[in-house]
């Protein structure tokens, strides 16, 4: 069974920075695609950052230049590295993983994904 768990959210100061990590088990992560998402109260889920197999990312674009996705298999984590932070990324953030082929890229959908972590807040203050 897929078990995902989020780590790393804070209450940080708008230019500050936060590495939030996803420890996982129940599956091969070799064989997975993996995502990050925040959802903010009132608003739908959102995409942030995606890595397929081979360790391609994608990112949403408000992101760009700021935040890193990165993965350690053999440590079973998922991470995102998150600088400059702004009010506007304040929100719980999740990470998901679906099972992909080695050719597939990792889409910024949530509905693609089965398997979700219960989150962790980030709060940024200006």
């Known amino acids: 069974q897929v078990h995902l768990v989020e780590s790393g959210g804070a209450s940080v100061q708008a230019g500050g920075s936060l590495r939030l990590s996803c420890v996982h088990s129940?599956?091969?992560?070799?064989?997975?695609?993996m995502a990050w998402f925040r959802q903010a109260p009132g608003n739908e889920r959102e995409g942030v950052a995606s890595?397929?197999?081979?360790?391609?990312?994608t990112y949403v674009g408000s992101v760009k230049g700021r935040f890193t996705i990165s993965k350690d298999n053999a440590k079973n984590t998922l991470y995102l590295q998150m600088n400059f932070l702004n009010s506007e990324d304040t929100a719980m953030y999740y990470c998901?993983?679906?099972?992909?082929?080695?050719?597939?890229?990792?889409?910024?959908?949530?509905?693609?994904?089965?398997?979700w972590g219960r989150g962790t807040q980030v709060t940024v203050s200006s």
């Open positions: 998901a993983v679906e099972s992909c082929d080695a050719l597939s890229s990792a889409p910024l959908r949530h509905d693609w994904y089965a398997d």
């Open positions: 890595v397929d197999r081979a360790g391609s990312a």
């Open positions: 129940g599956f091969t992560p070799s064989n997975y695609c």
